[in-house]
């Protein structure tokens, strides 16, 4: 036995350094255990919102064999593969109070191919009047087909009429765009040519949707706020043509959005997420939300980005209900370069 | 027992300072992305200030502000004022006041007092047609300080409503008025005139280019365009001469005070765009040069000595649009000094090899880069600057 330390004391001493030992992994659990839980409490409203507005389940109902159907017979395009490449749906609505939340159409309707390995981006718009068969059955301009079967019903019509397999779609009203916009503070767009407009909708903010409200974007590089893109992307009165041109301007905010997405933190989820509460929906859950946000942000070679839009010849004028009938062939072999 | 208590009542307010502290942190780290712009007079003067020649006028989030002896002074309120545009002699300027659905030109005095109303494009109270108000965009006075030009929304035809340059008496009715160019149909219009010397104006046109696409173009004019009739709406061309292509997607031009050089920005089609320079002729640009790429630049306007350009460019990408300055040595360095001649070896004839100068060092012109005179504002990249000397 070692001098000078007695059985009893060797014990108690023993006890004591156990007992700093647990206090201090106490402690430290309570600290760790209080910062997950400070953690929660900044994120749990934004995951609430997240959890509500990602991860939609995609319901195609059955189809209805349709006897003008034309496009289904085309052949189906070769796949492309390309290793973690996606596609992606992008729908934008006027969910205004003259539309049934339920059976708004899509003004606005964008393929996105997403190719990680080559960081490349293709973006192709169809045209809202395009008359197409619907999965659902009948024929009619490609923006019902989402009032006829929600996200579900225009993924399924743009699968069955272009030949493609969409993996995602992100769906957003118009308060969601300026929402969003406003959110990450405003983008920076080199507005194409000045967008005046007498007979804008007045339908933001108004109890009267059918009222007209005048507008005038300015040309040039500038800084816009939700208001005003949504503005620049939504006016077609004053552009020969119409569609196509509002279509032209939608992929350039877009990219602009992007632009500025690069700057968005983890930490600045909850705000948007509270801004953009409900305006927003998507196939994707958050996890795969998550993934993509930084990743996007790599995206930095404008050259590797495609913007294209249908115009003639691969549609022409004259359809029923004033829409624009499509010229199939060359559609097809349009999307088959680029989409699988 | 009381050890334990103590040790109970540590943790609980450990657990509390911590979950809170890491709420506060998270909120703290978050990117400021969506940071409201400040008023440039926040801060003003600040020590070392960069000073620009003269006073340089500018507008953010609707109001008028001057930029002098590296302060700003706020001299409209925030009410839809912008686009400032000096009288030749500075002691008046002319400004729009923009409202939600039409915008007005008024006259102020330098320090932003209200004058006179020049256009009212309100349109009747009775008249509920939103097509019976009118813009009034980029007013300029012309040398002679009596006629002034404008982008104004008239003709328009149901939903065509292109700006044309409209010519009128400064102190006249806008019935007095002019039409300058007749603007292609469902393209937005004619914009930026810049009044000439020569009595006539230099403007940008927006057209499609060969692939549908809407581009802007710079374009002279000498003399009011001819009247569209009923069959040729527009009668492109007739009005002057283009000056840039369709491709290049030019606009914002600006000509220095010498009146021998043009600024103006190019975008190629693409979402950033140049700030560029060339010589100009009265009639006609020289072989134009990029002086600033890959930024986005609005707005470039020379300073009235000459002494470089001012424009407006946001520091981050997406982010608001500050004001920058382009000294003159960035885009006209001095001349390099003479080459040493060799000092010949004295002595008589020598039939020699000739002796090899020793070589000078390089002269690497230092690289002269844009100056940034403000961080955290938000200007309206859509208002030409104006600058008194």
Known sequence: ?340 | MIARFFLGLGLCALLLVTSFATYVYLGGRNSKVDVVAQKPTVGSPRPNAFTLPGTLYLSQNGAIYSYSFGRFHQLTIEDGWMQPSLYPDGTYMLAVHRTYNYSDVYILTRFGQRISLVVNNAGSANNSDTGSKHWSFYPRLAPDGATMWMSYDEPKVGYDVPLSIWEMPVNGRINQGRLWTNSIDYTGGDIQPIPLTTGGIMYTKYSRDDNGNLVGQLWLSMRPSPPANGLTLTTYGAEGQALTSATDDCSSPSISPDGHAIAMICTYERQDDRLEIASWDGSNIGTRRALIINQLVAQPTWAPDGSGIAFLAPAVPGGQFQLWFLPKNAYNPPPPPPTPIPTPTPGGPYHGLAPSPTPAPALVAPVIKPIQITTNAGFDATSPLAWAG
Request: glycine share 10%; hydrophobic share 40%; no cysteine.
């Open chain 1, 1 to 340: 036995m070692p001098l000078g330390i007695l059985p009893g004391r060797r014990a108690r001493a023993s006890r004591r350094r156990l007992s700093i030992v647990r206090t201090a992994a106490l402690a430290i659990f309570a600290i760790g255990l209080s910062a997950m839980a400070g953690s929660v409490a900044y994120f749990l409203p934004a995951a609430k919102l997240a959890w509500d507005a990602t991860g939609q389940v995609i319901s195609i109902a059955s189809p209805t064999p349709s006897p003008t159907s034309t496009a289904v017979s085309s052949p189906t395009p070769s796949p492309i593969y390309q290793p973690g490449a996606f596609t992606v749906l992008l729908l934008g609505s006027d969910d205004d109070s003259k539309f049934s939340p339920d059976h708004v159409l899509t003004q606005s309707m964008i393929l996105v191919r997403v190719i990680p390995t080559t960081k490349q981006v293709i973006m192709l718009s169809i045209p809202r009047d395009l008359y197409v068969p619907f999965w659902a059955g009948g024929s009619g301009k490609i923006d019902g087909a989402y009032s006829y079967g929600q996200a579900g019903g225009a993924i399924a019509t743009v699968e069955q009429d272009f030949g493609v397999h969409i993996d995602e779609y992100i769906w957003i009203g118009l308060l969601g765009l300026i929402k969003l916009i406003d959110a990450i503070g405003g983008i920076d767009v080199v507005t194409s040519n000045p967008v005046i407009d007498d007979y804008y909708p007045q339908d933001i903010y108004d109890p009267y949707p059918y009222d007209f409200q005048r507008v005038a974007v300015l040309a040039g590089p500038q800084h816009l706020d939700g208001i005003h893109a949504m503005q620049y992307v939504r006016s077609r009165h004053n552009d020969l043509q119409s569609d196509i041109g509002r279509s032209k301007r939608q992929q350039q905010v877009l990219l602009a959005i992007r632009q500025k997405a690069k700057q968005v933190s983890s930490t600045d989820v909850p705000s948007i997420a509270a801004a953009l509460g409900g305006e927003i929906k998507t196939s994707m859950g958050l996890g795969r939300v998550a993934q993509l946000i930084p990743f996007a942000a790599t995206f930095d070679n404008p050259d590797a980005i495609t913007s294209m839009v249908m115009t003639p010849p691969l549609w022409h004028g004259g359809g029923p209900g004033g829409s624009l009938t499509p010229n199939w062939p060359e559609i097809l072999a349009l999307v088959r370069q680029y989409f699988p």
